[in-house]
Each structure stands twice: as structure tokens, then as C-alpha cells.
């Protein structure tokens, strides 16, 4: 038994070494715009720390990378601190509700698909809320389980602990009531019979929805500030939101496939289809298996409910994308993982379609987990990298970066130590009228020799290309272009007319 319980242990820690050794690629990587923005907001002080109206989002973040922006200011401090542990933390209690109330091969098939998926894997380097409150989740979902097991015993304890992590997970997303309401769904339907436990669970739930009461007027003012800018900025929708009917689909896509760019083509066709199929017909050979019904209940409440109503919610507020509801993937290869397993235990043929089903999905997660560390087009935006570039080559004395947006990008302005010279065009999108402020800010600029444009969002910001026009106008010509990522994109550099001829000596 002893030896038996060794190898269990290890066999946890080495999926946990996996998935920690998978995570440290491009975890020191720039920070993209919305991380530089966190750190920004987090980098105030402590009585600002609740001032979020412009980030969507509660303010449990907010205050945990406040805390470790006092420790250290590194990408990977700050992202190890707010992601990757709360990610690690998931992989392991996945491991553990699949060993213990399925099969202990259902705990490692399900724990290696988490740990390899690219999906996962990005998002545990992300310094946003979206490895946290899966995290919430899965630890809320364990004390579920735990609770409404049949020789489960200390139920207080278990709900104050349940009532306590779902209030964190409150304060972490706004999808996360969607989490509250599955598990308050599969906690009435297991106790459906006792009205002393349903009781217990009304008072817990009840205590958990109060403890969110004092935050509802940040969200309103949060949600009028999201309206407005919609209003004042209407291509950026089409960034932050996704199509409302193809939003559940994109949405299996990429827990499917992660990091890659999905496409209609024959490779995603056909792996497809065979994922699809194979999984539909395991699903039918072993309809009648004990494990696969009890898991029914548990994958109805934690991933079919929360999702579509997210889904339904976003036809009023636009919420549902991927990354939001990551809370819902490891639920997802926890029922793989425990159809998988009972695989692997039945007749020869259903080993078979269980075989192909784990191999095509561990391949899929190993081929997208590689090409994110290998192509820059799957990675986050370099500001750092392009700073450097900058600042090495023009000087602040004659050269000024103009950024068509209402204010400076959060992620210029992190990586800026050095104070380059910098000047955005004061609102969202330039206007046709040679006045209008936008405009009228780029011809303060043109004293300087050299003006630095950026690529970034000027699809949506200046769709007119009058800056390119204007420039033109003053005398300036573009003479370079220090090349981004291709999610950043590139800076165009323009000089004075008169700099062009000495421009190879500067």
C-alpha cells in the first residue's frame, strides 16, 4: 500500500514537473498591452487600487499583483505570482477529483492533457484573470464533490470553505457567477432529498452572493464606462468581442486546438472529424458505464450550463470568448480523461477508438504547445524589444513617437523608462477635419526631425491614413521601419526632408 501510494505521489509530481517545464518558455516575454495596463493600474497606490473603471474586470487582481509589485517588477516574478501558480494549482486538483472520484487513470490521462494543452499553457503566463478564477473554480468544484459525496463527512467546514472560494472567485471574473450557478445546480440535484443540507447550502450560497453586494456599483460604473467606449470607439468591439454565433464554436476550437490560428482546411477538417467521430463513438459503446454516468451531472453543471449562459448573457453584454471561460477546460479533459480511461479497461475495439482519441489530442497539444514557442505570429506583442530598438537608434533629442490613440499604450509607457519623447493623438479614431485634435497634435510634432509612427490598432485609429497624408503635407518622408511581431506590427519612421540626405549617417 505504501509503495502503491510512492508511486502515486510521483507520478503527480512528474506530470507537475511537465507542466511546469512546458510553462517556462516566453514567460519573461513582453508584456502585451492589457498586461502592461495591469501592472500600470496595480502599480498605484493602495487607495487607487478599487479605481478600475476602465478594466471590465473585479478587483481581486488588481490587489494580489499590487502585492507582488512590492517583491519584484520582472515578467516572470509577476506573471509566476498571479498565473502560473494558480494554473499548477488547478492541474493538481484535476489530477486529484479524477483519481478519487472517477479512476486513477482518468486522473493522469486528464491531468496530461491539461498540462500539455497550448490553450492552458498560454493563459498560465498571462498576467490577467483568467488562470485565477479557473483556479477558483476548480478548487470550489473539489469542495462540491466533497460535500455531496455520499461518505462525505464535516459538511460545515466544507461549505465555509466552498462559500470562501467562490467569493474569491467573484472578485476575480465576471464570469465566474456563471461557475456559482452550476454548482448550485448540481448541489440542489444531488441533495434534492434533503431539505436540512439544502438549507445549509441556500445560507453558504446566500452568504457568498451578499459578500459581492459592495462591488455592484464599481460594476455598473464599469459597465457604463465599456458602453461608452463602444460608443466613442466603435471599431473596438470587433477587438475585444466576437461574433455572437460563432462565439460557441470559436470557443471549442480553441479548447480543441489553443494557440493556433483556426482556419477551414482540410487539416482541421479531418482532424476534426476524427476527434468528433471517435469521441461519439466511445461515447456510445460505454453508455451504460457506471463512471461515464456519474460524470454526466458533473460536465452538464460545470461546462455545458455556465457556457451557454455566458453565451446567452453576451447577446445583451458581450462576454464570452475563450479566454474567459477557461474555467471550463479542465472540466472538459476531465470527462475526456475518464472516457478515455474506461477505454483502455473495455473490449479490444473500444481500446482502439480510445487509443486514437488520446493520441490525436495529446499530438494536437504538443504540435500547438511548439509552434507557440516557435512562431512569433502565436506570441504576445514585443514592446520591449521594440523600445530597445527604438531608443538605440534615434535619439530623444530629434525624435518624437507619435501613437494614433487617446492616450499613450499602456504597454509603451511600462517599457519607457527612459522617458522617449512621446505624443498620442488624444482620441480613439482621426477625424477627416484638418483641426480636429488628432490632427492638430501631429502637426505640434513636426518641429522634430524624426517622427515614430506606430503600426498598432492604426487600422481602426486611422482608417483614412491621415497621418501618413499629413506628414506627407509638412515634408516628411518615411525613411524606415523598425519591424514588431507580427502582433504588434511595425514603426514608421518619417524624416524631414532635409535629414534624408545625411539619414545613412545619423
Known amino acids: 500500500m505504501l509503495l502503491n501510494k510512492f508511486h502515486l505521489s510521483f507520478g503527480c509530481v512528474a506530470l507537475l514537473i511537465l507542466a511546469t517545464a512546458l510553462r517556462l518558455p516566453l514567460l519573461n516575454g513582453s508584456f502585451w498591452l492589457d498586461e502592461a495596463a495591469q501592472v500600470l493600474e496595480s502599480s498605484r497606490p493602495l487607495s487607487q487600487q478599487l479605481q478600475i473603471r476602465d478594466d471590465f474586470q473585479p478587483p481581486l487582481i488588481h490587489l494580489l499583483v499590487f502585492g507582488l509589485l512590492h517583491i519584484s517588477q520582472s515578467e516572470v516574478f509577476l506573471r509566476t505570482g498571479a498565473a502560473l501558480i494558480p494554473a499548477l494549482i488547478t492541474i493538481f486538483a484535476l489530477i486529484s477529483i479524477?483519481?478519487?472520484?472517477?479512476?486513477?487513470?482518468?486522473?493522469?490521462?486528464?491531468?496530461?492533457?491539461?498540462?500539455?494543452?497550448?490553450f492552458h499553457i498560454f493563459y498560465s503566463q498571462e498576467l490577467r484573470p483568467y488562470s485565477l478564477p479557473a483556479m477558483f473554480a476548480m478548487l470550489s468544484w473539489w469542495c462540491v464533490l466533497e460535500m455531496t459525496d455520499q461518505n462525505a463527512k464535516a459538511r460545515k467546514s466544507q461549505l465555509l470553505l466552498w462559500g470562501i472560494l467562490n467569493t474569491l472567485g467573484m472578485y476575480s471574473s465576471y464570469l465566474y457567477p456563471f461557475v456559482f450557478l452550476g454548482e448550485l445546480l448540481f448541489i440542489g440535484w444531488k441533495w434534492r432529498s434533503s431539505f436540512k443540507k439544502l438549507v445549509g447550502a441556500l445560507v453558504a450560497s446566500s452568504c457568498v452572493s451578499l459578500s459581492i453586494m459592495p462591488w455592484i456599483p464599481s460594476f455598473l460604473?464599469?459597465?457604463?464606462?465599456?458602453?461608452?467606449?463602444?460608443?466613442?470607439?466603435?471599431?473596438?468591439?470587433?477587438?475585444?468581442?466576437?461574433?455572437?454565433?460563432?462565439?460557441?464554436?470559436?470557443?471549442?476550437?480553441?479548447?480543441?486546438?489553443?494557440?493556433?490560428d483556426l482556419s477551414i482546411n482540410p487539416f482541421y477538417i479531418i482532424i476534426t472529424t476524427c476527434v468528433v467521430i471517435s469521441t461519439i463513438a466511445l461515447g456510445w459503446q460505454l453508455r451504460k458505464n457506471k463512471q461515464l454516468t456519474r460524470l454526466v451531472p458533473v460536465f452538464l453543471c460545470w461546462v455545458i450550463i455556465p457556457v451557454v449562459v455566458a453565451w446567452l448573457v453576451s447577446f445583451f453584454i458581450p462576454v464570452l470568448q475563450p479566454k474567459r471561460v477557461l474555467f471550463a477546460l479542465p472540466a472538459l479533459y476531465l470527462a475526456v480523461g475518464v472516457l478515455i480511461a474506461e477505454a483502455f479497461s473495455n473490449q479490444r475495439h473500444i481500446r482502439l477508438l480510445g487509443g486514437i482519441l488520446f493520441s490525436t489530442l495529446l499530438i494536437i497539444n504538443f504540435y500547438g504547445s511548439i509552434s507557440y514557442y516557435t512562431e512569433p505570429g502565436l506570441q504576445r506583442e514585443n514592446w520591449r524589444d521594440i523600445h530597445n530598438s527604438i531608443s538605440k537608434k534615434y535619439s530623444t533629442k530629434d525624435a518624437v513617437v507619435f501613437m494614433a490613440f487617446n492616450d499613450q499604450l499602456a504597454s509603451w509607457k511600462w517599457y519607457n523608462i527612459n522617458n522617449f519623447p512621446t505624443v498620442s493623438s488624444g482620441v480613439f479614431v482621426i477625424a477627416d477635419d484638418p483641426d480636429s485634435l488628432g490632427r492638430e497634435r501631429l502637426k505640434r510634432v513636426t518641429d522634430r526631425n524624426f517622427i515614430l509612427v506606430f503600426e498598432y490598432l492604426t487600422p481602426l485609429t486611422d482608417p483614412h491614413q491621415w497621418i501618413d497624408s499629413d506628414l506627407t503635407r509638412y515634408g516628411f518622408t518615411q525613411v524606415d521601419v523598425i519591424k514588431g511581431n507580427e502582433q504588434l506590427g511595425n514603426v514608421r519612421v518619417y524624416a524631414r526632408t532635409r535629414q534624408i540626405i545625411g539619414y545613412s549617417e545619423y
Do not use: C, H, M
Open 98 to 118: 479524477a483519481k478519487k472520484y472517477f479512476s486513477v487513470n482518468a486522473g493522469w490521462i486528464s491531468g496530461l492533457f491539461l498540462a500539455t494543452s497550448s
Open 221 to 260: 460604473l464599469q459597465l457604463s464606462a465599456g458602453q461608452q467606449l463602444r460608443k466613442s470607439f466603435p471599431g473596438w468591439q470587433e477587438v475585444v468581442s466576437f461574433d455572437q454565433f460563432k462565439s460557441i464554436a470559436l470557443t471549442s476550437g480553441k479548447f480543441l486546438y489553443g494557440v493556433l
